[in-house]
């Protein structure tokens, strides 16, 4: 379904790009660039809980540091792009990536897919999270030094989690559990943007986003914060730092007490190349 409205999406940016633009202007190439591509790395820190749920366990929430043993701070790839393809319209994208692996010593029972994670269990995990953003967005206030706009989108969250559960008797180590869950889901969002240019190479960038929606068996929340600034060493090429927050909460009921769901909370700083024309 994501595809899908990606597909539809670009196909009417296509052609409404075919309407001959107005001329875009700014103090800073920032605020007229017509295709714009940033590379960098997120150090993402990550906090909350996961939960796979099976009759006859009831839902318990398993903490992510706490259970598992994951802390996050990893070093992860992130990639954005802008296309304006009128003066006032763009085309927003971004894809970034949190992988991390912990260990822990099970201090506090839980279960997860139908299996009993006991006290003093080994248990070894993984979360790995894609998110994938795509909106469109309008800037109801254009001026030479700024930029007021707002966007509507899909944030799409490819999540999973494993979990390996062993028992330790003596010297043997012995494994009774491993499962992994994944879950695929796209999120409306709606977003609110403003982007300052300080002189011809220094820019701000602060934006946000918010949305909750229920779709057939999904139920989801998103909240996405950001603040960037930039410098460009030419009209062509540039560098930023910048800080993101993620917190996204989704939900997948299977029906019959099957209940998969991540909670989870992004944030870190970002340093990033540009490139425009």
């Known amino acids: 379904m994501f595809k899908q409205y990606l597909a539809a999406g670009i196909l009417g940016l296509s052609l409404s790009s075919g ?28 906090s909350g809980t996961v939960k796979a749920t099976k009759p006859p ?7 992510l540091e706490d259970d ?22 763009a085309l927003n994208a971004s894809f970034n990536r949190f992988d991390s692996s912990g260990d822990n010593v099970v201090t506090d029972s839980f279960n997860w897919e139908g299996v009993e994670y006991p006290v003093g269990a080994l248990v070894t995990s ?38 390996d559960g062993a028992i330790q008797i ?46 057939e068996d999904y139920d989801g929340a998103f909240t996405y914060a950001a603040a960037s600034v930039e410098y460009r060493f030419n009209p062509r090429f540039g560098a930023g730092i910048g800080y993101q927050y993620t917190k996204v909460d989704v939900e997948h009921d ?9 909670d989870v909370e992004f944030d870190g700083f970002q340093a990033y190349l540009t490139y425009s024309f």
């Open 126 to 163: 993984n979360l790995q999270a894609d998110a994938y953003i795509v909106d469109v967005s309008y800037a109801f206030i254009k001026q030479d030094n700024k930029e007021f706009g707002g966007g509507i989108g899909l944030h799409a969250f490819d999540l999973s989690a494993s979990v």
């Open 254 to 262: 299977k029906g019959d007490g099957e209940v998969t769901e991540f």
């Open 19 to 46: 309407i001959q633009a107005e001329e875009i202007s700014g103090i800073n190439p920032v605020l007229s660039d017509r295709f714009n591509f940033k590379l960098g790395a997120l150090n993402n820190n990550v």
């Open 170 to 215: 003596g010297d043997l180590i012995e494994p009774f559990a491993s499962d992994s869950q994944e879950l695929l889901a796209p999120v409306p969002n709606l977003r609110l943007y403003y982007l300052h240019a300080f002189n011809p190479k220094v820019s701000a960038h602060i934006r946000g986003g918010w949305l909750s929606a229920s779709y």
């Open 68 to 89: 598992l043993g994951v802390k996050g701070n990893d070093l992860d790839v992130w990639i954005g792009f802008r296309w304006r393809f009128s003066e006032r319209w």
């Open 57 to 63: 366990f009831p839902e318990v929430d398993v903490d």
